[in-house]
């Protein structure tokens, strides 16, 4: 089946950087919209950042100018550089996609499992 699988996390100090990836694998057809999102300690999951297809892309207005999502399609592989973090970034970072398994006729979404990031000195 389809699996989406997260790399990078880490334990960072304020004011460094980290670098997310996540790679889509399986029977896929083709990807719409992937993006990240985050998970603090006992709060619910918010969206961080999306990336269409084509290239568009959407930010929280916490990560503005701080983020940046890229994606290789042909690698089926979305990224997040962040810069400048901060001890409010930690939390689960979570990879999420709507794509189409080869022999069906709709989108589905998936999650992957997910990559703790800590920002602490």
């Known amino acids: 089946q389809v699996q989406l699988v997260e790399s990078g996390g880490g334990l960072v100090q304020p004011g460094g950087s980290l670098r997310l990836s996540c790679a889509a694998s399986?029977?896929?057809?083709?990807?719409?919209?992937m993006g990240w999102y985050r998970q603090a300690p006992g709060k619910q999951r918010d969206l961080v950042a999306t990336?269409?297809?084509?290239?568009?892309?959407n930010y929280a207005d916490s990560v503005k100018g701080r983020f940046t999502i890229s994606r290789d399609n042909a690698k089926n592989t979305v990224y997040l550089q962040m810069n400048s973090l901060k001890p409010e970034d930690t939390g689960v970072y979570y990879c999420?996609?709507?794509?189409?398994?080869?022999?069906?006729?709709?989108?589905?979404?998936?999650w992957g499992q997910g990559t703790q990031v800590t920002v602490s000195s």
């Open positions: 999420n996609a709507d794509l189409k398994v080869r022999g069906t006729f709709s989108y589905v979404n998936r």
């Open positions: 399986g029977n896929i057809f083709s990807i719409n919209t």
């Open positions: 990336i269409t297809s084509g290239g568009t892309t």
